[in-house]
């Protein structure tokens, strides 16, 4: 896999979620995350989407921590 791909997932119940996208494109998957939320047809709720907002924030943390000084 390109190294500049990244890949969040979910799942809930029989519905998989994968998420994958370039870095530098993490606003984008954000605003489709508020997409399918706010759509009533999905299961995908807030919930779901601040738990992988969160993953991807916690990702970005670990690669900022291993940048050198």
């Known amino acids: 896999m390109d190294p500049d791909v990244r ?3 979910l799942v809930k119940g029989d519905h998989r979620y ?4 370039r870095n530098g494109r993490e ?3 954000i605003e489709s995350f508020a997409s399918m939320a706010t759509d009533p047809e999905s299961p995908f709720d807030w919930f779901d989407a601040a738990v ?3 993953q991807m924030g916690r990702r970005l943390e670990m690669e900022i921590d291993q940048l050198p000084s």
């Open 27 to 29: 606003a984008d998957v």
């Open 18 to 21: 994968v998420f994958r996208y």
């Open 52 to 54: 992988l907002s969160y």
């Open 7 to 9: 890949q969040l997932s």
